[in-house]
Nanobody, 120 residues
Framework: QVQLVESGGGSAQAGGSLRLSCTASGRSFTNFAMGWFRQAPGKEREFVAAVGWSGTSRAYYADSVRDRFTVSADATKNTVNLQMNNLKPEDTGVYYC????????????WGQGTQVTVSS
């Protein structure tokens, strides 16, 4: 049973930081892309960041989070992390971890999501 489980969500003040983690289990994720998406209130789900499971590939970021968020993967711990700094109220939403087999942008596996709330 493949599972992606997010943790680390919560509340923060604008300008503060949160660190999200995604624990992956149930299969080998070799050659997968691991990504983060979010859905803000009243908005469609949007891409946030992604990196290869190996940790050696280039990381990709949405323009809205570039230079504030950092995505990383640690295959030895079966985890993917999203360090979020300089948070803004518009970062509020449910954050989802996802896995993309063969890095083909199809995102076959998804976690249940974790809430992030940023106040001004």
């Amino acid at each position: 049973q493949v599972q992606l489980v997010e943790s680390g969500g919560g509340s923060a003040q604008a300008g503060g930081s949160l660190r999200l983690s995604c624990t992956a289990s149930g299969r080998s994720f070799t050659n997968f892309a691991m990504g983060w998406f979010r859905q803000a209130p009243g908005k469609e789900r949007e891409f946030v960041a992604a990196v290869g499971w190996s940790g050696t590939s280039r990381a990709y970021y949405a323009d809205s989070v570039r230079d504030r968020f950092t995505v990383s993967a640690d295959a030895t711990k079966n985890t993917v992390n999203l360090q979020m700094n300089n948070l803004k109220p518009e970062d509020t939403g449910v954050y989802y971890c996802a896995a993309d087999h063969f890095e083909d942008n199809k995102w076959e596996y998804w976690g249940q999501g974790t809430q992030v709330t940023v106040s001004s």
